[in-house]
């Protein structure tokens, strides 16, 4: 739409009518209906999901009740049928969760609500709460906490979701025994927060489309693969980057910033996001 309303504000000649400047409208008018398709392709998805939620809920609601008895008694076939059930639904209603948060995220109907944010604060809770899990698979955290503590303006829910989304890739693709380093840097403009891992790595080819909506390296892995693009429109709608750094079989690191005043993206305008890696 923006390309095309372009086009009558331009003197007609300074438009030659040769076959290349007609090419050129062609091409603007297909860009349109492309983005059109793909708008309304989004809404379709979005709308679907909507409508998924509820019934995923209703049915994990009875699923429940009935796993709990209320419906009599169960023999041990039946309770282990359902319970396959359930664990299905509850896989289903966080892919729908999480789509309906992407979806919402991409079309900017979730800002963030800026208000003041201890980075600090932030890693540190998030941290402590995960100690059970990293315990469970014997890894290491090493929180290099910094020396001063920048309050910046920033979602505080969204940014937890950045940070804890981040420390369960870096624990889940981390083998038993592993460390996680944590490293908030603290710059003249912006914090820059670095997590890296002693996992698995990730191979060259797919570190262009690690941030995709549901691209996982592993297609037979759990979990749906919308968390990094959750991330990265976080992280964008703040203004910041994200980018990922990784060597194949010895570990990742995944570095974002977040600008230290309110420069949040218009509608329409994008952040830049990198990726770069160091081998595979
Ligand atoms: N720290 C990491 N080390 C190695 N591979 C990673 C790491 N973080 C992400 N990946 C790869 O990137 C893919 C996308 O990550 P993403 O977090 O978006 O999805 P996911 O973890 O598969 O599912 P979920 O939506 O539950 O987070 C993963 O499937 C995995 O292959
Ligand atoms: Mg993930």
Known sequence: MAALSLLPA?????????????????????????????????HFLSMLAHDMKNP??????FLTRILKGKAGPLTDAQ????????????KLEVLVKDFLEYSRLVNQEDKPVLAPFSMKDALDKSIGSGKAK??????QVAFDKPAGDPIIQADTIMINRVITNLLDNALKYTNRGGKITVNPVDRPDDILVQITDS???????????????????NPKSDGSGLGLSIVKKIVEAHGGKIWVESKLGE??????TLPKQDVRVAPGE???????STGS
């Open 10 to 42: 331009l003197p007609a000649a300074s438009l030659p009518r040769t076959e290349h400047s007609w090419g050129g409208v062609e091409f603007f008018k297909d860009i349109t209906l492309q983005k059109q398709r793909e708008r309304e392709r989004r």
């Open 56 to 61: 995923v809920l209703t049915s994990i609601g």
């Open 79 to 90: 309770r282990s049928t359902l319970e396959l059930v359930l664990e299905d639904q509850r």
């Open 134 to 139: 990293y315990d469970e698979k014997a890894v």
């Open 199 to 217: 996992g698995a790595g990730i191979a060259n080819e797919h570190l262009p489309h690690i941030f995709d909506a549901f691209y996982r390296v």
């Open 251 to 256: 570990g990742s690191t995944f570095s974002f």
């Open 270 to 276: 994008r952040a830049g996001t990198v990726h770069c």
